[in-house]
């Protein structure tokens, strides 16, 4: 009987306390950047398309919600063909961001995206890629990747050695 | 007995009991931190109207497998018993809907006549849900309408009367809250229970008979009960304040408003219940009213009856 009358004058003091919610529309919450709202496609420092459509993030992804098709440029670039991310089936989990080895893929902190026809939630290509790096400014993939792409050759990434020669490597 | 009155007061009642689904719900968001319903008109005041637009615009509909007869009355039975209940509260000296010289046995007859809504609502949906909750509300009713009852006895022989009016005005120099203190305390606890509010709302038990008695209700035939429900709060709360807390009476304010303001304490109260306190188990609900508060009525009754033979002996 005594801690229901405890609970009531505690439940009573929370009438002094400061609201925990906001008003929406005209009060926007507070997201930290690393929110898991909308799903952007980011570009390298250089301007390029970080995505090398290794499919690592349809794999990834629980609800199998991205769709992409590789593509090679005249470089030997990969890039995505097509890439589509079906925003009514996303549950906004991450797994995506985690799983992309060149940092292309992340979620900001942006979650507006309601529409009143449901085929307008699937994203293409083009409303996915933003023209900036995201939260990662000076990644570049090409440029610390081992692989040769047109324009840098085996050896000439950032922190890499020349290719030795197997067959000279005497004792 | 003037018809306009009568007709004003009940208004007013009906009123205040469509604000009250406001204020319940904003002092609800107060106590959880958070804002409530403040989009419709200022504050949210006019939410009580949205409410009512989207009830009254909804399906009515009737189950092909109830008793349509039943289904159809139960739900004016508890608003027409609860507003007939408020008929007898006197709102200030000169201002009451009739004044019955029997005026409390008539608030305990009409408050005993709800739970006919609910256990024929409840019965005549034929959803095991709906018949778990009537029975659950009869079982709960009988047995907190015993010591409600008996709980005013104390009251009845400090004023020497059953109208409300002389209770009142016996009240004058001393609330009765003070000499009848276990007396509210169990009137309180049978008032909840007989509004099936939700500390007590086991007839309705959200969690676990999806919404008990009125499981197939919609559209403004659940309205009735929602708003009979509401009214019943209000009424509890106008007859604690008749009964203990001396009506209309306080210094420098006018009657009226004395009434209101202390009504409306205990209606935030019944909220800030809601609020706050868990729902018992069926069984704990049970043993509490037959085990501890009818021995407490009963003990009341017969130090009340003592004190004040002795008093006469002097």
């Not at chain 2, 004003?8 to 968001?29: D, I, M, P, Q, V």
Request: overall charge negative; proline content about 6%.
């Amino acid at each position: 009987m005594l801690s229901q009358l405890q609970s009531l004058w505690q439940v009573f003091r929370h009438a002094f306390h400061r609201r925990q919610t906001v008003n929406y529309p005209e009060q926007q919450p507070y997201l930290p950047p690393r929110t898991r709202g909308r799903i952007v496609l980011t570009r390298d420092p250089d301007g390029e398309e970080r995505c090398v459509a290794c499919n690592l993030c349809a794999v990834a992804c629980p609800v199998d919600c991205i769709a992409l098709d590789k593509a090679e440029d005249e470089n030997g670039r990969w890039y995505p063909d097509f890439f589509r991310i079906n925003f009514s089936r996303c549950i906004y989990c991450g797994m995506c961001e985690e799983a992309c080895p060149t940092y292309a893929i992340q979620l900001i902190p942006d979650f507006e995206m309601a529409e009143y026809r449901r085929a307008e939630m699937v994203y293409e290509k083009e409303d996915l890629l933003i023209n900036g790096p995201g939260k990662y400014h000076d990644y570049n993939f090409y440029r610390v990747a081992g692989l040769a792409v047109g324009g840098k050759d085996k050896g000439e990434a950032e922190d890499e050695a020349p290719p030795t020669d197997p067959r000279r490597l005497m004792p | 007995m003037n018809v306009g009155i009568a007709l004003l007061l009940f208004t007013g009642l009906l009123l205040s009991a469509a604000l009250l689904t406001w204020l319940e719900r904003r002092l609800l968001g107060l106590w959880q931190d958070r804002h409530g319903p403040n989009r419709a008109g200022p504050f949210g005041l006019l939410q009580p109207v949205a409410d009512m637009i989207k009830i009254l615009t909804k399906e009515d509909w009737i189950p092909p497998f109830a008793d349509k007869a039943v289904f159809v009355i139960a739900p004016a039975i508890i608003l027409g018993a609860t507003l007939m209940a408020f008929a007898v509260v006197p709102l200030t000296p000169d201002l009451w809907v009739v004044d019955l010289n029997i005026g409390l046995l008539f608030f305990l007859a009409m408050t005993s006549v709800t739970v006919y809504a609910v256990a024929l609502g409840g019965w005549s949906s034929n959803n095991k849900y709906s018949l778990l909750g009537g029975v659950r509300s009869a079982a709960q009713m009988i047995s907190y309408e015993v010591f409600m009852g008996l709980s005013l006895a104390g009251v009845i022989m400090l004023a020497g009367t059953f109208n409300l009016r002389e209770i009142v005005l016996a009240q004058a120099g001393l609330w009765f809250v003070v000499p009848q203190f276990f007396g509210f305390l169990a009137f309180f606890v049978a008032g909840l229970a007989e509004s099936h509010r939700l500390p007590l709302d086991l007839p309705e038990a959200e969690h676990e008979l999806t919404a008990g008695f009125h499981t197939e209700y919609s559209g403004m035939k659940f309205g009735m009960f929602f708003v009979g429900e509401y009214v019943g709060v209000v009424v509890t709360s106008a007859m604690i304040v008749t009964l203990f807390f001396g009506g209309w009476q306080g210094p420098w304010l006018p009657p009226l408003l004395w009434f209101c303001i202390k009504t409306g304490a205990f209606v935030a109260l019944f909220v800030l219940l809601r609020a706050a306190i868990p729902r018992p188990r069926y069984d704990q609900l049970m043993a509490f009213g037959w085990k501890v508060l009818l021995p407490l009525t009963l003990v009341n009754f017969l130090v009340t009856g003592a004190v004040l033979l002795a008093r006469q002996g002097n």
